[in-house]
């Protein structure tokens, strides 16, 4: 098995691009990543997105932006594991590099949310991610889903709502130093605490923007990428595991198994523990799911993931720097696309070009990306050149 | 990079399971494939399907599966590539156990076609594996591209509608041996002459039925299939090509350029030539894909397609067997499972275990799966053991 690095990146402005279509994003994507590893091709392309086939009327679309983006011929592909595809993608074109099968390969999510009719729409779209027989159905959408996690949490463990907030207030501080944010300004417990409810007691505020974007990443062996990039970015670790769709179908809804599996298969991938990484990019769509993802990963007791964000630790200058660029909240959220997002802005950290968001010495950082209430969990970590 | 072998097989019978949703389709054809393999449990699960999220109302949908096999855990991820999805997560599994990250793995195809509440929404999610500005949007649907490619195929080569009958009677002859058809039963050319039209000149009896299906193998490294099976079959060559989605914007639309490069790099990979097929599983949507497909995998001359089948050549006996099960014609297209029909059929007849259809002495065989009107075509070579 061969060892994989990241050797060129690029993304488009997170937002709502009423003026550009979904192979349009992610042909610019595609061409930044291509350009900066200074590559015209390459062997193969994934594609992670969950929402074209029911928003933009296109499946098949892997040919379809491998055509766009000059690449015909080209083997492509998409994957699906609902909001966690990006970071399915990231891992279908690892295990293509590792196998020896492929030298170069794109890797890119990408989702177009404006193409929705309303917001109703989008949200439905969205509850394609929970049990359909048993939540979807029944009225649950993934807001309510996670309202019923907060509301838990927050009884069983003593928390009020503004508890919550620092995770929101975090991310948008650091939003303000990331150009391709989609709200690049910061946020105040105040406006957390007036935010209007979606569903109680989750509020605009814990809830990451629906959005447009594309993010990509181009993938060579190891001892190649130096041929390629200075800046090369290691893959220490990818690792995907499950849970149950629903909810109810866990032995404990306040513990994310599947995040638990999924950063243990890193962790002993890459040889480390939650101690030894020095950045965290967390799949906070909501607050709640940034606090279960920390708890679930190691990095705080159970019951201890909001007291970590309270007491500042998950600040740029904390024990563990979460959602550096904004994370989903601040950078916006396009579904298919942020687990490639995320993976993006951990090659801008490890190679030290984070600008004003720069995690300092930052050499080891990990990224997770989670699809529904916690049904697919996806984990990777990355190292410094 | 390690060789790679199928020691399980399983399969539900084709045609429309009122009673049953997808996953459990799924799930008895997984159950079905382990047992071959006498394991209970893999390292991961891929899944093909393609209109789960339109279709049924749920995305996310390897997570779902692997829960409801008794698999909650693994490592899960759905692939989508079109008609071909199937194929496509096969091409996953495959790279995953040749890169050494997986020792067993479970690819699985599932389709439920008969949750779309009319056939006009069927067609209608079938349209998603077009080009939707350029061709869906003005009503060109699958059959009516097809209608057109058929049309140009029967003007340039002189060929009459009843000329392309014998595929479809090649494909119900060999059905009637094959207990998990759809249609096991034999057709006439009258009767293929007396169809009703769907887009003239494309007839029903041109057009492989729609239908709900699941298809599994299980996969594990080459040096260890003895173990499991002394059965196993090699997966000698495993290759994606794309084209563009629109047929317009190819070079000529009678020549599909996505199967031949993804022929090419098969033969390559595998260091054989059309000539060393024993047998063919063929992508018969419509009757002018089998013939577009023969000639661009150079089994026929350019026109010639229809030839080699009205000469009796595609039959059993004849100079290449296809569809030695019933082809998507007869055994039912379960749209995103069919991919792993074909792998499945063509195991049972390199193992000798295809009863009244077996291709005799058959040693080594292929199977190309197409998604769209050729946007993405993927083919695999298997070796008897």
Known sequence: MRDVSIIGIGQTKVGEHWDKSLRQLATEAILAALSEARLERADALYVGNMLSGKISGQEHIAASIADFGGLRGIEAVKVEAAESSGAAALRLGYMAVASGLMDTV????????????????ASAALALAVDSDYEALHGLSLAALNALLMRRYM????????????????????????????FPRPVT?????KAPMIADPVSLMDSAPLADGAAAVVLCPGDRARQFSAGAVRIAASAVATDSLAIHDRRDPLFLEGAYLSAQRAYQQAEVGSADMDLFEVHDAFT?????????CGFAQRGQGVRLAQEGEIAMDGRIPICTMGGLKARGNPVGATGVYQIVELVEQLRGQAGLNQVKGARLGMAQSIGGTGGTVITHILEAP
Do not use: Q, W
């Not at 794109?106 to 729409?121: H, L, R």
């Not at 417990?189 to 605490?193: Q, S, V």
């Not at 709640?288 to 679930?296: D, N, Y």
């Open 106 to 121: 794109i890797v890119c999510g990408v989702e177009k949310m404006s193409d929705a009719v309303s917001s109703a729409t």
């Open 155 to 182: 009884h069983e463990y003593g928390v009020k709502r503004e508890d919550l907030s620092p995770f929101t207030v975090n991310a948008h501080r650091n939003a303000a130093g990331n150009p391709y944010a989609m």
């Open 189 to 193: 417990t105040e406006a957390f605490m």
């Open 288 to 296: 709640i799911t940034a606090a279960l993802s920390l708890e679930a």
